[in-house]
């Protein structure tokens, strides 16, 4: 897929576990792994909005667009 979660990166980052962050948010950790893992078809505004005050950051920091294509590597 060419949407990349980036939560990994944040959680890291912020020294949070994938647990505390999920209670923060209000979501279970298996469906926030679901979320991680970029296994999710769809992510709710209120998810994206409520990461992004959890992990102090924008929603172009959690999300980015990779093409694939290595071509220049």
């Known amino acids: 897929m060419?949407?990349?979660?980036e939560i990994d990166?944040?959680?890291a980052k912020r020294k949070?576990?994938?647990g505390e962050l999920a209670?923060?948010?209000?979501?279970?950790?298996?469906n926030l792994a679901v979320l991680?893992?970029?296994r999710a078809k769809a992510?709710?505004?209120s998810t994206l909005a409520a990461l992004c005050e959890a992990l102090e950051?924008?929603?172009g920091d959690l999300l980015r667009w990779?093409?694939?294509?290595?071509?220049?590597?």
């Not at 990779?66 to 590597?73: E, I, K, N, S």
Request: charged share 25%.
């Open 23 to 30: 209670d923060r948010i209000g979501i279970t950790p298996a």
């Open 9 to 11: 990166v944040l959680l």
């Open 36 to 38: 991680k893992n970029g």
């Open 43 to 45: 992510v709710r505004f």
């Open 2 to 5: 060419p949407i990349v979660v």
């Open 66 to 73: 990779d093409d694939g294509d290595d071509a220049d590597a």
């Open 57 to 59: 950051c924008q929603p």
């Open 16 to 18: 949070m576990s994938v």
